[in-house]
């Protein structure tokens, strides 16, 4: 899509042994009302046209057709593909939507309205299936809790998900980062691989309207040598690069956690448990920022390689929580540990605030939706079983919103016990 212009663009490639005489009918519709209803000539197997929605005059009805994760609207897609006589040799019915995401100096900007992204990291896995989800409504409640709790995103973390998750985060309204997963080591074989595999992932989902940012490396994974050895840098580049020609509409993190070269955002992991510390080192004011770049290490870790200076770019905690809680803490591991449920609760409610209203993060995303066998740090079991009340996380998420919420709010303020302790 191209929102500002309120058009779609179409490309589309015809295999197969008959290309001449060939036309292409598209069909747009929202709610069974036409959009559009064109045919264009395919010229050698391929045809490309960019779609324009037509203003309805002085009321423009189309910014109602724009997607938000509170508004997911999608517009229907039927293409059929006609012969010289007429008939339709070949038909696919699809969707898509009217969706920009950019980003403006330190935040990002959804359909021309500045928004703070509010992210959970998914690794995805099932109790019984592990990386494969059991059925498709394993998948829809997925997308449905994640929104409960108050989330408006979230991180799949070193998982290519299935494409009837990020279905139904279109359907539903939840904006999704999709990460790579990474390879073991760097050789020439496994920058190979991931560039082709990379480069297959980018091409099947880049139409999904839900989809906001694409992360080829993660942490320096693969390329643990990054800040010394030139040819991990140039892969670094190289698929930052390749993925902004694939797709220049979304916003591409080079490398998600530190150890950033170029990148559309600074995206750093720091999983310090005392909100206070959090709240020093992110503090907002003059300079605060280049101090951060410069002097902080979080994970023991330069967050900008030399040479790499900061643009002005949106920062993102990407990384932050990990509060790990469990029934059976024997085996199990976090980055803290809370006691109990309470103090699981009470260790989650303090630290949002912090990281909700500090000015300097455009997002953030907590560490984790749900355990991971021995990472006992999700908001949920491993079987979806929530921690705490999902109500109250999701005050938490986002803040209260009503006077019953913000009694609850005030609870956890006043309460005295130390939760970082």
Request: aromatic letters at 8%; one cysteine or more.
């Amino acid at each position: 899509p191209i929102v500002e212009d309120w058009a779609i663009n179409l490309r589309a490639l015809i295999h197969g042994r008959r290309q001449q005489d060939l036309k292409l009918n598209v069909t747009l519709k929202h709610d069974g009302k036409v959009l559009s209803d064109d045919t264009y000539t395919v010229e050698q197997g391929e045809t490309s046209r960019a779609i324009q929605l037509i203003d309805p005059g002085i009321d423009d009805a189309r910014h109602s057709l724009q997607w938000f994760p509170w508004s997911p609207k999608l517009i229907d897609a039927e293409v059929r593909l006609i012969d010289a006589d007429g008939h339709t040799i070949d038909e696919v019915a699809s969707y898509t939507a009217m969706r920009s995401i950019r980003t403006s100096g330190d935040h990002f900007v959804l359909n021309g309205r500045p928004i703070k992204l509010k992210l959970v990291l998914d690794q995805g896995y099932w109790p019984e299936t592990g990386l494969t989800a059991p059925d498709d409504a394993a998948l829809r409640r997925d997308v449905e809790l994640i929104k409960s709790m108050g989330f408006n995103g979230v991180r799949k973390h070193q998982k290519i998900e299935d494409p009837r998750f990020l279905y139904w985060a279109d359907r539903l309204g939840l904006m999704v980062w999709e990460e790579m997963p990474s390879a073991y080591r760097f050789c020439t074989q496994s920058i190979e691989r991931l560039t082709r595999q990379w480069t297959e992932a980018v091409d099947r989902d880049r139409s999904h309207p839900c989809i906001i940012a694409w992360v080829p490396f993660n942490e320096s994974w693969g390329v643990p040598d990054l800040p010394v050895v030139e040819a991990q840098r140039h892969a670094v580049l190289g698929l930052y690069h390749l993925t902004k020609s694939l797709d220049p509409t979304r916003p591409v993190i080079s490398n998600d956690g530190w150890e950033m070269p170029t990148s559309d955002l600074i995206c750093i992991h720091d999983y310090d448990a005392d909100p206070t510390r959090i709240a020093r080192r992110y503090q907002h004011g003059d300079g605060s920022v280049e101090r951060l770049l410069s002097t902080e290490r979080p994970g023991h870790r330069v967050l900008m390689l030399d040479g790499h200076d900061y643009q002005g770019q949106p920062i993102v905690l990407s990384e932050f929580g990990g509060i790990a809680f469990s029934k059976d803490q024997n085996g199990t591991w976090g980055y803290s540990r809370a006691r109990s449920a309470d103090d699981f609760e009470l260790r989650y409610a303090r630290l949002l605030e912090i990281v909700r209203s500090l000015p300097m993060l455009g997002g953030f995303c907590y560490t984790q939706f749900t355990d991971t066998y021995q990472e006992a740090n999700g908001l949920l079991y491993l079987d979806r079983t929530p921690k705490i009340p999902i109500e109250h996380i999701a005050i938490a998420t986002r803040g209260p919103q009503n006077p019953t919420e913000e009694a609850i709010a005030r609870k956890w303020r006043e309460t005295s016990e130390d939760p970082s302790r």
